[in-house]
Structure formats: structure tokens, C-alpha cells
């Protein structure tokens, strides 16, 4: 209140003065010319849209503090567990289970996997840090979108047929599909995405991709039907941290990261991902590369 309140009397202020200075006789004159340029009317719409724009700052602070919060929260909260776990194994051992055969070499394979899903965490922060500075550089080139989607169908054929699911595209490529992008990242976010696909999918479902021209960029599609989600959480869905399957997403060893990062890679390449799903159909991941020339 007292900002608002200076804030108007440093634009009436000029107007009383001026008063108060202006000879009798000469103040009507005076007065009108003042007033064309500074006048009441003038003063109250500078004083709402200040207002206003005060009000939306203060909104935008509440909700970065909120975030803050948040975020150091569920960091705090993924980190908690392989911590807790690898305590919990090392006393176990320093209480006598290093001389056990039975144990030893298991805690320490349980310890070794903690470390892991602790790194993993640690990584996946550093690299949305460096892609939301601009600190990390893309490394342009063309390159064939299909033949990198073979390469990450194999990669995950071993948990595909674990859980029984099965890779396709969804649409026949009888010749390379060029695109002009970071190769190393596009490999990330399609890993990413068809991983997810395999994770949140049904016993022998499938995991899908496609692509589609669209003049000037390629639309890529990964879609599988899978447990899908609800209307209500595909707006969080690119949060991180956050998880539509909790449980599930830990025992897969998930950090709760790999879905902001690839929407931080699309961002990056000046292109947008969207998501589409519904509960117990499935998922659809969308997103735009550009052609290679």
C-alpha cells in the first residue's frame, strides 16, 4: 500500500504544483495545457496497469516459489531411498554380514545398484540444468529416422520380450527418412519413449512408431496401448518427477526425469511434443523434426 500510495503522489504531485505556481490570471491557460498531458485520467490508467502488472509478478514469484519447493522436495525425496537402501545394506554388513557368504556379495550387488539409480538421478538433473541454460550445444547433422529407430527396437527387444510387447512401425518405410537434427539427443528421446511404451504397456500389447510428412517437418508418433492416463494428469505429464505409475516406475528403476528431458530436447530443436491418452487404451507421444534438406 505505501508503494501504491507513492506511486500516486509522484504523478499528482506535478499537478499541485503546477497549481500552486500558475499566476491567477494566467492558470486557466496554464492548467489546460498541464492537463493534455498529465491528467487524472491518464494517472489512473497508468496506476491499474501497474497495478496490474504488480499483481502478475507477485502471482509469477508465488508460483516459482511453489515450484522451488516442490522440486527440492521430490529431489529430496529420490534420493532418500538409494541412501536409506545403501545405509541399511553397508551396517548390515559392518555388523557381521561381511563374513557371511550368503549375504555378503548380495548386499553389496543391492549397494552397487543404489549408487546406480543415484547417478542416474544426479545425470538426468545435470542435463535438463544444461538444456534449459543453453549450455547444452546440439550437434546438428541429417540422418535417417528409421534406421535409429531400428537401433533403439533393438536395444529394447530384451525388455520388450520380457514383457512380452511387441515393436512396429505403424507405417511402411520403403525409404530413409531424412531429418536435420542432434542425433545423440533424438536417440535419447526415442530410447525415452519406447521405453516408457514397454513400461506402462499391457502383456502382449505393442509399442508403435510412425512418421509422417508433413512438408517442411517430419511428424514422429509413438504411441502403444498400454494403461494410458487419465485427462486430469496429461497436463503434469512432462513435470519432473512426476509419475502416473508410481510404483511401477520405481521398480522399473525410472527417475521420474526421462519425460522432461525429452520435451527439453524438443524444445531445444525449436519443435513441440504433445501427449494423448486415455485410461486403459494408451499413449500417444507426438512430436516435429526438421526435414534434412
Keep these: 500500500m505505501f508503494i501504491l500510495n507513492k506511486y500516486i503522489y509522484d504523478k499528482i504531485k506535478p499537478i499541485y504544483k503546477t497549481i500552486r505556481e500558475v499566476p491567477i490570471s494566467s492558470k486557466k491557460e496554464k492548467l489546460a495545457n498541464k492537463f493534455s ?7 489512473q490508467k497508468e496506476v491499474e496497469e501497474w497495478a496490474k502488472n504488480q499483481t ?3 502471482t509469477r514469484l508465488k508460483d516459482l516459489e511453489r515450484y522451488r519447493k516442490e522440486f527440492v522436495g521430490n529431489v529430496s525425496h529420490e534420493l532418500k531411498t538409494p541412501i536409506f537402501n545403501i545405509q541399511g545394506y553397508v551396517l548390515t554388513l559392518l555388523e557381521g554380514g561381511i563374513d557371511d557368504p550368503k549375504i555378503n556379495k548380495l548386499y553389496l550387488q543391492r549397494t552397487e545398484k543404489s ?3 543415484m547417478i542416474s538421478i544426479v545425470e538426468d538433473l545435470e542435463s535438463i540444468t544444461k538444456l534449459e541454460s543453453g549450455e547444452l550445444k546440439l550437434n546438428f547433422v541429417d540422418f535417417d529416422l528409421v534406421r535409429l529407430t531400428e537401433e533403439v ?3 529394447a527387444q530384451m525388455l520388450a520380450s520380457e514383457r512380452n510387447i511387441t515393436l512396429q512401425f505403424a507405417t511402411k518405410n520403403d525409404k530413409p527418412v531424412m531429418v536435420h537434427a542432434d542425433k545423440k539427443r533424438i536417440m535419447e528421446v526415442m530410447n525415452n519413449l519406447v521405453g516408457n511404451g514397454i513400461k506402462y504397456g499391457k502383456k502382449k500389447g505393442n509399442v508403435k512408431v510412425g512418421f509422417y510428412d508433413l512438408h517442411e517437418t517430419i511428424l514422429i508418433e509413438v504411441s502403444d496401448n498400454g494403461i494410458g492416463m487419465d485427462k486430469s494428469e496429461l497436463p503434469r505429464v512432462f513435470e519432473r518427477f512426476y509419475r502416473v505409475d508410481k510404483s511401477r516406475s520405481r521398480e522399473q528403476g525410472g527417475t521420474g526425469l526421462g519425460l522432461s528431458i525429452v520435451k527439453h530436447i524438443i524444445e531445444a530443436h525449436d519443435q513441440t511434443i504433445n501427449v494423448k491418452s486415455i485410461a486403459d487404451k494408451g499413449t500417444t507421444f507426438t512430436f516435429t523434426l526438421e526435414k534434412a534438406k
Design 37 to 43: 498531458s498529465t491528467n487524472i485520467s491518464d494517472v
Design 56 to 58: 502478475m509478478e507477485i
Design 115 to 117: 549408487i546406480d539409480r
Design 153 to 155: 527396437f533393438e536395444l
